[in-house]
Structures are given as structure tokens and as C-alpha cells.
């Protein structure tokens, strides 16, 4: 095995602007672990978006390799759980943070990051689903635990276009919910309808500030990835008991609120994160993903692209343009 290869850096120019360039790399310049990977695939991320653009949140020095997800083999190992050859996730905890990331083709990462392959899903197939499918996993999977079922109404799901809406839309409607999708494109319709959502909104009705602080009773329960005001306005709109499964901040992170709907409609906020799941949990929920709760039409909501239109893509994440999962072959 030559011990080149080639990976797309993220740099910041004198005048403060950022770009990604390819450029060529040795494995010995990648961090210490104990696994070597070889990608072949990533799925592109919001995260991943902000990383590219210079958000010191997420990636404090520069140059930077991104790419919070990868799907691949084992070209080393020191782990003995881990051998030559094995087909693995590897996906959040640090990597393509302050980690060097999948946007290239070989990482190398600590043993306690790395899932085996589930049997019933491809390595493209999990990066399509990727950190997108496994958070909208995550806010069914507690949705469920805190009492919604199926029949009990409908389920709303905001920035239904973007990853985690699109899995969300699509896991949510295999396992019987209505599902309402919230989104701002009307391109989106068609696709959101064949992935099983039952009523499509306009975003703009949930984005008004309202100053009451309850309204109309409507959802059983709620994925949100948009936060700020749509936020709030879900929780008011929360039928009693219900839960929203709160997991992102596409509008602001920042949402106004009142304890009204908790202590008068006895609401639910729940908190998602994917990145620090701890890796058993990783692990039970992508074999979860691999059988009963694999979505379908996973070809469908995906756009393959190469190395050289990592830019192009990255932007249309941050401009809230995207529509599905844009799967990066490597
Ligand atoms: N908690 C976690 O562990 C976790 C994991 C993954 C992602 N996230 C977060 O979840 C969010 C979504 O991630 P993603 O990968 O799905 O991103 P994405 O693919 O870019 O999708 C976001 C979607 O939100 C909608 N949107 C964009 N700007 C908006 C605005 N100003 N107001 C309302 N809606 C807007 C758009 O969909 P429509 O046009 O359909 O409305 C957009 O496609 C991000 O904030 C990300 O950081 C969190």
C-alpha cells in the first residue's frame, strides 16, 4: 500500500477568507490511533459546513481536513476487536472537528471511535444515512420512549429537506407516524411525498414570532433541527404531553419561551446529540438502522459527488439549499 494520498484541506488566507483545496498527504502526517482507515465513503454534514467555512466552534486551528463521517476498511490496526480488511463507521466524537476528517481518503482514529459495518447496510448506504439518519434515529428512538406511537396523531418535522428532515421524514413515515413536513422548498414536495410524508407546511407559517404563549393544540410530536423562533413555536403548539426532540439551530440557536406549555400542557424538550453518544449506544442504534428501522428510498434523497465539488456543496448546506444527503465518494 503507497502511503500517499489525497484529502481536501480547508485553509484561511491572509485577507481571513476561507477555502478547500485538494492536496496530496502522507499517512504519517495523520493524528496518532490505533486504526488506520481507508474511506470510501463520507456523507456531508451541517457541522461539516461549518467547518469548511472557518466556524471556530467547531474547528479551532487551520489548515483543516472536515468530514465528521466516514464509511470504510481497516488498512491497520493495533485493536485486536479491529482486523485488516473489516468494513467500519466511523463517525463524530472528534473527528473531522479538531480531528483531521473523511473529506480525504485515509484517517486515522482511536480504537473507541470506530463501529463494525452492521450486516444489512452497505458502507454507501450508512453514509447516506449517516450522522443525519443516526440523529433522526436518536429523536425518534426518544420520541418513542417518551410515549408517542403511532395513531396518536400527526408528527412534525422542520427543515424536512435538509439530512436529518429527510431521514427523519422517511424513518418516521416507514414506522407508521403521519408525518407533516415543514420545509422551504417547494422543489422538495414531490420527493417529500413519495418518502411517505402525509401534509407538507411552509416553513414560513412556523418562523413568525407569535407573542402568545400557547396555541392551537396540533403535533403528537415534533423532530426540530431549526431552533430560534420555529422552535418556540412548536413547543407552543405541542399537544398535551407531547415531546419535540430538539437537535439543531439552522434558524438560531437562541428561542424564546415561556414555562407555559411545560407546566400547563405538561410538554416535553428533549435533547439530542449525536457526537458523544457513547459508542455502545452508536453501535445497538446503526444495527437498528441496518434492519427494522433502514430507510427506504435511500438512493433516492442522494447526490454523489467527487472531491472537487466538496466546495460547491459545503455552500449549499450553509445556504439551506440542500436537498437530501450528498454522498462523497472517495
Ligand atoms: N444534535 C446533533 O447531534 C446533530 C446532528 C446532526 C445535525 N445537527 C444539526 O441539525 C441541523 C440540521 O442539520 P442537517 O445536516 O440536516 O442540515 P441541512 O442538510 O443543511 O438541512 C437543514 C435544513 O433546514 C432548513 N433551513 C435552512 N435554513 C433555515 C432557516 N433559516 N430557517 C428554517 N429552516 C431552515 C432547510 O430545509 P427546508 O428548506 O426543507 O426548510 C435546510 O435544508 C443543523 O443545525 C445541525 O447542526 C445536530
Given at each position: 500500500?503507497?502511503?500517499?494520498?489525497q484529502a481536501w484541506?480547508?485553509?484561511e488566507?491572509?485577507?481571513?477568507?476561507?477555502s478547500g483545496?485538494?492536496v496530496?498527504?502522507?499517512v504519517?502526517?495523520l493524528?496518532p490511533g490505533?486504526v488506520l482507515?481507508?474511506v470510501?465513503y463520507?456523507?456531508l454534514n451541517?457541522k461539516?459546513?461549518?467547518?469548511a467555512?472557518?466556524n471556530?466552534?467547531?474547528?479551532r486551528?487551520?489548515?483543516?481536513t472536515?468530514?465528521?463521517?466516514?464509511?470504510?476498511?481497516v488498512?491497520?490496526s493495533?485493536a485486536?476487536?479491529?482486523?485488516?480488511?473489516?468494513?467500519?463507521i466511523?463517525?463524530g466524537y472528534d473527528?473531522?472537528?479538531?480531528t483531521?476528517?473523511?473529506f480525504?481518503?485515509m484517517i486515522?482514529?482511536?480504537?473507541?471511535w470506530?463501529?463494525p459495518?452492521p450486516?444489512?447496510v452497505s458502507?454507501r448506504?450508512?453514509?447516506?444515512?449517516g450522522?443525519?439518519g443516526f440523529?433522526?434515529a436518536q429523536c425518534?428512538e426518544?420520541?418513542i420512549?417518551?410515549?408517542?406511537e403511532?395513531?396518536?396523531g400527526?408528527?412534525?418535522?422542520?427543515g424536512?429537506?435538509?439530512g436529518v428532515g429527510i431521514?427523519?421524514?422517511?424513518?418516521?413515515?416507514k414506522?407508521g407516524f403521519?408525518?407533516?413536513a415543514s420545509t422551504?422548498?417547494?422543489?422538495?414536495?414531490?420527493?417529500?411525498?413519495?418518502?411517505?410524508?402525509?401534509?407538507?407546511i411552509?416553513r414560513?407559517?412556523?418562523?413568525?414570532a407569535?407573542?402568545?404563549?400557547?396555541?392551537?393544540?396540533q403535533w403528537?410530536?415534533?423532530?426540530d433541527?431549526v431552533?430560534?423562533?420555529?422552535?418556540?413555536n412548536?413547543?407552543?403548539?405541542?399537544r398535551?404531553?407531547?415531546?419535540?426532540?430538539c437537535?439543531?439551530l439552522v434558524e438560531?440557536?437562541?428561542?424564546?419561551?415561556?414555562?407555559?406549555?411545560?407546566?400547563?400542557?405538561a410538554?416535553n424538550l428533549?435533547?439530542i446529540?449525536?457526537a458523544e453518544?457513547?459508542?455502545?449506544k452508536?453501535?445497538?442504534?446503526?444495527q437498528r438502522?441496518?434492519a427494522?428501522?433502514k430507510p427506504?428510498?435511500?438512493?433516492?434523497?442522494?447526490?454523489e459527488?467527487?472531491l472537487?465539488?466538496?466546495a460547491?456543496s459545503?455552500?449549499?448546506i450553509?445556504r439551506g439549499?440542500?436537498l437530501?444527503?450528498f454522498?462523497?465518494?472517495?
Amino acid at each position: 500500500m503507497s502511503n500517499g494520498f489525497q484529502a481536501w484541506e480547508v485553509f484561511e488566507s491572509e485577507s481571513g477568507k476561507f477555502s478547500g483545496r485538494i492536496v496530496s498527504r502522507e499517512v504519517d502526517q495523520l493524528p496518532p490511533g490505533e486504526v488506520l482507515v481507508q474511506v470510501r465513503y463520507s456523507g456531508l454534514n451541517f457541522k461539516d459546513a461549518l467547518s469548511a467555512s472557518g466556524n471556530r466552534g467547531v474547528t479551532r486551528e487551520y489548515p483543516h481536513t472536515p468530514g465528521v463521517d466516514a464509511a470504510g476498511v481497516v488498512a491497520a490496526s493495533d485493536a485486536d476487536h479491529l482486523t485488516v480488511g473489516q468494513e467500519v463507521i466511523v463517525s463524530g466524537y472528534d473527528l473531522g472537528m479538531n480531528t483531521a476528517g473523511a473529506f480525504a481518503e485515509m484517517i486515522r482514529v482511536p480504537a473507541k471511535w470506530v463501529i463494525p459495518l452492521p450486516q444489512g447496510v452497505s458502507a454507501r448506504e450508512s453514509m447516506i444515512i449517516g450522522t443525519a439518519g443516526f440523529t433522526a434515529a436518536q429523536c425518534v428512538e426518544k420520541l418513542i420512549h417518551n410515549g408517542l406511537e403511532a395513531g396518536d396523531g400527526p408528527v412534525l418535522v422542520t427543515g424536512a429537506s435538509g439530512g436529518v428532515g429527510i431521514m427523519a421524514v422517511a424513518l418516521l413515515a416507514k414506522l407508521g407516524f403521519a408525518v407533516t413536513a415543514s420545509t422551504g422548498k417547494a422543489a422538495s414536495h414531490e420527493l417529500l411525498q413519495a418518502l411517505g410524508a402525509a401534509e407538507i407546511i411552509d416553513r414560513g407559517v412556523l418562523s413568525e414570532a407569535n407573542p402568545r404563549p400557547m396555541q392551537k393544540q396540533q403535533w403528537a410530536g415534533a423532530v426540530d433541527v431549526v431552533g430560534g423562533v420555529t422552535l418556540s413555536n412548536v413547543i407552543k403548539s405541542l399537544r398535551y404531553q407531547a415531546s419535540v426532540a430538539c437537535c439543531g439551530l439552522v434558524e438560531s440557536p437562541e428561542f424564546p419561551a415561556t414555562v407555559f406549555p411545560f407546566i400547563l400542557r405538561a410538554a416535553n424538550l428533549l435533547g439530542i446529540d449525536s457526537a458523544e453518544a457513547p459508542l455502545a449506544k452508536k453501535i445497538a442504534l446503526w444495527q437498528r438502522l441496518a434492519a427494522d428501522w433502514k430507510p427506504d428510498g435511500l438512493e433516492r434523497i442522494a447526490t454523489e459527488i467527487s472531491l472537487d465539488q466538496l466546495a460547491d456543496s459545503l455552500d449549499k448546506i450553509l445556504r439551506g439549499k440542500a436537498l437530501g444527503r450528498f454522498l462523497l465518494r472517495l
